[in-house]
């Protein structure tokens, strides 16, 4: 499984980016039971931003993010957003997209796959 982010870049506060994860499975049909953002800032650990459930597009949120942020997938595409609105500057941190094939969960050792970070910086 290989994915690949994109979508970063220097933005004002309250301005928005979007953000892509293209995934790809050799030789086989990618069918992940979740696809996740985390996100990690200089010195702190990587967290969890949002997720989203590849069937039934569940999403789930960290609070700080609620209202804010919206992760989508498109499965023919085999392709997750997450768009960013009303961006602050303590979004600001490298932004990892992560696939799992058995679940959904809420720390970045729950999740198999991963993809290079794409950078966000958000100024004041």
């Known amino acids: 499984v290989q994915l690949q982010a994109s979508g970063g870049g220097l933005v004002q506060a309250g301005g928005s980016l979007r953000l892509s994860c293209s995934c790809a499975?050799?030789?086989?049909?990618?069918?992940?039971?979740?696809t996740a953002w985390f996100r990690q800032a200089p010195g702190k650990e990587r967290e969890f931003v949002a997720a989203?459930?590849?069937?039934?597009?569940?999403?789930y949120y960290t609070d700080s993010v609620q209202g804010r942020f919206t992760i989508s997938r498109d499965n023919a595409k085999n392709t997750v957003y997450l768009q960013m609105n009303s961006l602050k500057p303590e979004d600001t941190a490298l932004y990892y997209c992560?696939?799992?094939?058995?679940?959904?969960?809420?720390?970045?050792?729950?999740?198999?796959?991963w993809g290079q970070g794409t950078q966000v910086t958000v100024s004041s």
């Open positions: 499975a050799s030789g086989r049909t990618f069918s992940p039971y979740a």
């Open positions: 992560a696939a799992d094939l058995r679940s959904l969960g809420w720390y970045a050792t729950d999740y198999d796959y």
């Open positions: 989203i459930t590849w069937r039934g597009g569940v999403p």
